[in-house]
């Protein structure tokens, strides 16, 4: 509180000059700062959420626990509060925008006396150096009397956490996953993130000492005291780690799809064969080809404006050109359509690359064989969502340059955010081979293909054999 006092000169009736006094007072100017609201760790394993709803719009004054904003994870929805007082001056991520964690979320005016509490870093100024000290003095230090100023105590190193699985750990030390679940325990965010710091199961402390059951951070507090004291009094942790049994944990949902996947692929005989191709003359005829690209597959800046001077549909009248999107457009060849329509002319000369197995059915108890009249090829193709295996359908029926095209458009479509294939380059029956394109792989002699991810399983039926294609 602050007072001044002020004299008036004031002239009366009687024109004589009288003072006058009067006393003011008035609250201290407290001076505010703007502080930066970041978005905490919420979840194990969680690094961004999604801000689905904002309670606060700018200018609006919060108080501490005020809902602020309601984020959504890949695992639940969390509503965020404020941690003091204050008045929004800026949001800074827009709904439906995505936050990582540690990032601003909002823009809080708090005091700077309230700010400064909340600063986590220290910024005081560290003591003098020894020789500083001395120095300032006048008093000539040895130098075996000053420590190096390096040496600093390390800190402690941080006490590793248990695994979930481990039956070597007491139960009171597992993770608050195993013991229970929080989710329908009443509990402000900021006493749920407080709880998981300490590794406390809420769902043990339900109902809590607050309205209506909530659990609150005393609560917390004293159940960790209460923990800390029979620590203290008890030795049965030894005995607890000594005599425990093997743990019996069910397999999740993950674990048990890749048991069956890995033990399907058991039934499957494996083995590889590599082999060496001579390109040399296929590299020399390439720019040839490369002059001979039909026009309707050329862009149409590439495509030539004159007509040649002999003209073969003179003669023969061409057939109807087909229809291609620009994305199918290209201006040179590679050796993978080359190579394509090769494994084509050698899958109509051996049948069993042709095939696939079916499994046995109610009519018949043993698998049949299945043979393709056409050369059905997938193509290993990695995009940003995912590895993926397009099918090129009736290869050898297309010539080297549709071959080109097809593989043009799958890998422009592949490489779309979210993917742009579709049933129809993803057919459910896919190739009976499969060709991953390795590229340059330097001395070595094999390769292993990667097959792709869009199968019921990882070892598909279908597949009569996988063929890495890599150059040195």
């Given at each position: 509180?602050?007072?001044?006092?002020r004299?008036?000169?004031?002239?009366g009736?009687?024109?004589?000059?009288t003072?006058?006094s009067?006393?003011?007072?008035?609250y201290p100017?407290?001076?505010?700062?703007?502080?930066?609201?970041?978005?905490?760790?919420?979840?194990?394993?969680?690094?961004?959420c999604?801000?689905?709803?904002w309670?606060?719009?700018p200018?609006?004054?919060i108080?501490?626990?005020?809902a602020?904003c309601?984020?959504q994870?890949?695992k639940?929805?969390v509503?965020?509060?404020?941690?003091?007082?204050?008045?929004v001056?800026?949001?800074?991520?827009?709904?439906?925008?995505?936050?990582?964690v540690?990032?601003?979320?909002c823009?809080?005016?708090?005091?700077?006396?309230v700010?400064?509490?909340?600063?986590?870093?220290?910024?005081?100024?560290p003591?003098p150096?020894p020789?500083?000290?001395?120095?300032?003095?006048?008093v000539?230090?040895l130098?075996?009397?000053?420590?190096?100023?390096?040496?600093?105590?390390?800190?402690?190193?941080?006490?590793?956490?248990?695994?979930?699985?481990?039956?070597n750990?007491p139960?009171?030390?597992?993770?608050?996953?195993?013991?229970?679940?929080?989710?329908?325990?009443?509990?402000?965010?900021?006493?749920?993130?407080?709880?998981?710091?300490?590794?406390?199961?809420?769902?043990?402390?339900?109902?809590?000492?607050?309205?209506a059951?909530?659990?609150?951070?005393r609560?917390?507090?004293?159940?960790?005291?209460?923990?800390a004291?029979?620590?203290n009094?008890?030795?049965?942790?030894?005995?607890?780690?000594?005599?425990?049994n093997?743990?019996?944990?069910?397999?999740?949902?993950?674990?048990?799809n890749?048991?069956?996947a890995?033990?399907?692929?058991l039934?499957i005989?494996?083995?590889?064969?590599?082999?060496?191709?001579?390109?040399?003359?296929?590299?020399?005829i390439?720019?040839?080809?490369?002059?001979?690209?039909?026009?309707?597959?050329?862009p149409?800046?590439?495509?030539p404006?004159?007509?040649?001077?002999?003209?073969?549909?003179a003669?023969y009248?061409?057939p109807?050109p087909?229809?291609?999107?620009?994305?199918?457009?290209?201006?040179?060849?590679?050796?993978?359509?080359?190579?394509?329509?090769?494994?084509?002319?050698?899958m109509?000369?051996w049948?069993?690359f042709r095939?696939?197995?079916t499994?046995?059915?109610a009519?018949?108890?043993?698998?049949?064989?299945t043979v393709?009249?056409?050369?059905?090829?997938?193509v290993?193709?990695s995009?940003?969502t995912?590895l993926y295996?397009?099918?090129?359908?009736?290869v050898?029926?297309?010539?080297?340059?549709?071959?080109?095209?097809q593989?043009?458009?799958?890998?422009?479509?592949?490489?779309?955010?979210?993917c742009?294939l579709?049933?129809?380059?993803?057919?459910?029956?896919?190739?009976?081979?499969?060709?991953?394109?390795?590229?340059?792989?330097?001395?070595?002699?094999?390769?292993?293909?990667c097959?792709?991810?869009w199968?019921?399983?990882?070892?598909?039926?279908?597949?009569?054999?996988?063929?890495?294609l890599?150059?040195?």
């Amino acid at each position: 509180m602050l007072s001044t006092t002020r004299l008036l000169h004031v002239r009366g009736l009687s024109g004589r000059l009288t003072f006058v006094s009067r006393f003011h007072t008035s609250y201290p100017w407290s001076a505010k700062v703007n502080k930066t609201f970041k978005l905490a760790d919420i979840g194990e394993g969680i690094t961004e959420c999604e801000v689905i709803r904002w309670s606060v719009k700018p200018s609006d004054s919060i108080a501490s626990f005020d809902a602020l904003c309601e984020v959504q994870s890949d695992k639940a929805s969390v509503e965020i509060t404020s941690p003091f007082d204050g008045i929004v001056k800026d949001l800074l991520v827009k709904e439906g925008e995505v936050a990582k964690v540690g990032s601003g979320l909002c823009i809080i005016e708090v005091d700077e006396e309230v700010a400064a509490e909340l600063d986590d870093t220290s910024s005081a100024t560290p003591p003098p150096h020894p020789e500083q000290e001395a120095a300032s003095s006048g008093v000539d230090v040895l130098p075996s009397e000053v420590k190096p100023r390096d040496q600093k105590p390390l800190p402690d190193a941080p006490k590793r956490r248990p695994h979930p699985l481990d039956p070597n750990v007491p139960p009171s030390e597992q993770s608050p996953i195993l013991g229970g679940s929080d989710v329908n325990v009443l509990a402000a965010p900021s006493v749920r993130h407080f709880a998981k710091t300490q590794r406390v199961d809420l769902s043990k402390l339900a109902p809590g000492s607050g309205k209506a059951g909530r659990i609150e951070k005393r609560d917390v507090e004293a159940h960790m005291e209460r923990l800390a004291s029979a620590a203290n009094t008890s030795d049965l942790a030894p005995s607890i780690i000594d005599t425990v049994n093997d743990a019996v944990v069910e397999l999740g949902r993950t674990r048990w799809n890749m048991y069956k996947a890995m033990t399907k692929s058991l039934e499957i005989p494996h083995f590889g064969y590599s082999t060496s191709l001579d390109l040399t003359t296929l590299h020399e005829i390439l720019p040839i080809l490369n002059l001979h690209i039909p026009n309707h597959y050329l862009p149409e800046s590439s495509r030539p404006s004159q007509s040649p001077v002999v003209n073969p549909s003179a003669l023969y009248p061409q057939p109807t050109p087909p229809t291609t999107q620009p994305s199918a457009h290209y201006t040179k060849l590679t050796y993978l359509p080359i190579l394509l329509k090769t494994l084509s002319k050698a899958m109509l000369e051996w049948p069993l690359f042709r095939s696939s197995i079916t499994p046995p059915c109610a009519s018949s108890d043993k698998p049949t064989l299945t043979v393709r009249p056409n050369a059905d090829i997938s193509v290993a193709l990695s995009t940003p969502t995912g590895l993926y295996t397009p099918t090129l359908r009736r290869v050898n029926t297309h010539s080297v340059y549709s071959v080109a095209s097809q593989l043009k458009q799958i890998s422009h479509l592949g490489r779309q955010t979210p993917c742009g294939l579709t049933p129809i380059e993803m057919p459910k029956r896919g190739g009976t081979v499969t060709i991953s394109n390795v590229g340059g792989i330097g001395a070595g002699e094999g390769a292993s293909p990667c097959p792709g991810t869009w199968r019921r399983d990882r070892y598909s039926s279908y597949w009569a054999g996988e063929v890495g294609l890599g150059c040195r």
